[in-house]
């Protein structure tokens, strides 16, 4: 009765959702550092950001880019993650769920994931508050569902993958989607246990680097959340994953200042960011050819990109004029991976199939509250 009327409701809710498409962007500009006081950032809204660019003659222009929302400068860490807790929530009802951060180095990527390098409550990023929202979530439905969550930290580095949670390296052979055998799967059950994994983490990255030798900014690191449910009544499993990702600076790197290691490294941010933005398009214009073979990254995050995979991109800004140049290739980039829906002129327009799901929507609704 009741409750079948409330499954078929969000069975029937997450197909549209799904005909409109499951890639979201946001956009985030940092604020601007002490000292620095010209910006290229003109006007931020809800949806859109727009840019004070030069015109060949000296002139000031202006460009303007619309995201499913912008996050201006004051925002907290805690209204950006209001706004992505239905998604993160999603994995616990058997989603895939991607999150990036993207943008060059500097402007805020770890700031969104992780938080500021002296953490305090307020500060934490998405990371370690979608895990606790996790945990508190799965406590609230542990009469009916029983979880379990472990998690994994991955670094990709030169197309090598590692694990921050051991100090071994993987065999490329292993790399399966969402699964990497190789890789350390630890269990967690408390916010506090996922901070202490994270600071292992950490730990075992910052090996890798020196001072001079900022590893962090030229590798993605990628925390992958498992979920799995076991329906008390029934029995069924059902399987989540999120995997939350901050990416290497997407800063272009002059060729021709610089040689050897540190333009192989370049090399390879450069493949495989283009890669990432290869197969976020071809989902969003719906493809039949999505390329994730062409790096490491994409084939990691293969069963979580496409399908009924959600993914989030957090593009980070950094406001100052002297990034201008970063700034409008960022944006350029994530425009390229937002939905076509994404343009204003086409929300209102339905395919006949929303339209149907949306009448059999309202009409549930309306047994809905009859039952009531
Ligand atoms: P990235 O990871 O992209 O290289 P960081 O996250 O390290 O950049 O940010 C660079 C600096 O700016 C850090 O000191 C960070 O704490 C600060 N910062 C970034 N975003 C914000 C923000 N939204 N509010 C306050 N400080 C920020
Ligand atoms: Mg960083």
Redesign the pocket.
Known sequence: GYQRVLEENRKLYNQVQDLKGNIRVYC????L?PGQSHTSVDHIDERTISILTHSKYGKEAKKSFTFNKI?G?S?T?AEVFSDTQPLIRSVLDGYNVCIF?Y???????????????ELTEEGLGVNYRALADLFHLSKERKETISYEISVQMLEIYNEQVKDLLSADEIRNSSLNGINVPDANLVRVSSPSDVINLMDLGHKNRSVCSTALNDR??RSHSCLTVHVQGKDLTSGNILRGSMHLV?LA?SERVDKSEVTGDRLKEAQHINKSLSALGDVISSLASRSSHVPYRNSKLTQLLQDSLGGQAKTLMFV?IAPEYEALGETLSTLKFAERVATVELGAAKVNKDSGEVKELKEQIASLKAALARKE
């Open positions: 985030r500009v940092r604020p550092v996050f400068p925002v860490q951060a943008g060059q180095t500097g402007s805020g990527k770890t700031h969104t994931m992780t938080g500021p390098k962090s900014s901050d600076g980070h």
